[in-house]
């Protein structure tokens, strides 16, 4: 008998009509041994009472209602009460192919490794693709865990949980709560304890951008400066441990600096948040040259570092855009 797989959806105050598309890909799927874990972190009334209702129409699916924690409270709770051999993460407003949970199942049987990710396809609300990434050939590909790590950091590959499937024996931490940029953060602890990752060639899993995410509607740039704390983080943590993961760390940190430098309008130099920045700089200016930025990238960050006027002025420019204020 094929191994029951744990399926865990935080939810907060999510539109009915996403929810509904969300649980009905999950109830569909051609892997039929699931338990289907609905964790409503604290919603109002009405999502409650809608989650209790898509409950009631498989009895696969089990429902928990807890105070509102957060994105990594709600996945901690789903996990401390999940029964499966096997773990995997579905966003409330996302949903998957059909065939997901089956074709990662496979490719674990075949492989035998301990981590699964699938492709995935963003598309709008209007269900149109923006972006379709792989090929669908359902060919497999062994990364190794630093190699694996490198390229979440490099931006190369995913960094999310939603699009995997997690042997349930791996999970001896839990997510972050309280941060923003929580999967990469989990994501690379887990891959620094050796777990290597099997690449599955299928686009399964259906990812929604619109206004209402966190990473396209966040105008205090709180998730892009969790995720360059958590990139710093990781880096002292690994300072004297593995040099190779240390740059790695180092590489995402300073990029990350860019893009928040980049955005950060002009009234914002010498802010809190610019300030942020410049402590960015400092702590990798001997690591700068050696962790694999692009020249452009590099140089950028020099730029803006010692003439960020100048610099964004020039950029605004370069980029066509309209938002420069002097």
């Known amino acids: ?26 109830v569909n799927q051609t892997y039929s041994n699931l338990e289907i874990i609905m964790v409503d972190d604290g919603s109002k009334q009405a999502t409650a009472l809608f989650c209790k209702e898509l ?50 199942y496979e490719a674990h049987a075949k492989t035998n490794c301990k981590i699964v990710c699938m ?31 490198k ?17 349930s024996d791996v999970f001896n931490t839990r997510f972050e709560s309280g941060r923003l940029n929580e999967d990469f953060l989990f994501l690379s602890n887990l891959l620094m304890t050796g777990i290597d990752v099997v690449l599955l060639d299928f686009a399964g899993y259906y990812y929604l951008k619109h206004e209402g995410t966190i990473t396209s509607h966040n105008s205090d740039y709180t998730s892009l400066k969790d995720a360059i704390h958590n990139s710093c983080q990781l880096a002292n943590f690994t300072l004297s441990r593995n040099n190779d993961c240390y740059r790695y760390f180092a590489y995402s940190a300073l990029f990350q600096t860019k893009v928040l430098m980049t955005l950060l309008p002009m009234e914002k130099i010498g802010s809190e948040d610019w300030n ?19 020249w452009y990238d590099r140089f950028m960050l020099m730029g803006l570092r010692y003439c960020p006027k100048i610099m964004k002025y020039f950029y605004a420019i370069f980029k066509g855009r309209q938002t420069y204020v002097s």
């Not at 935080?10 to 929810?19: A, F, R, S």
């Not at 807890?66 to 949903?95: C, Q």
């Open 1 to 26: 008998m094929d191994a029951l797989v744990s399926i865990i959806v935080p939810i907060y105050n999510t539109n009915e009509v996403l929810l509904r598309k969300c649980i009905n890909s999950l």
């Open 276 to 294: 942020l920045c410049l402590s960015v700089l400092r702590q990798f200016k001997f690591t700068l040259n050696k962790c694999g930025l692009r």
């Open 55 to 104: 409950a009631g129409t498989d009895p696969r699916i089990r429902l928990i209602h807890k105070p509102n924690g957060g994105l990594s409270s709600a996945r901690n709770s789903g996990i401390d009460v999940a029964k499966g051999e096997f773990y995997s993460f579905v966003d409330s407003d996302d949903y998957i192919h059909p065939e997901a949970i089956q074709r990662m």
């Open 151 to 167: 390229g979440i950091c490099e931006k190369r590959l995913s960094e999310s949980v939603c699009d995997k499937l997690f042997k």
């Open 119 to 149: 492709r995935s396809v963003i598309i709008n609300e209007y269900d149109k693709v923006l972006y379709h990434f792989g090929n669908d050939s359902l060919a497999t590909e062994h990364i190794g865990w630093a190699d694996y790590l």
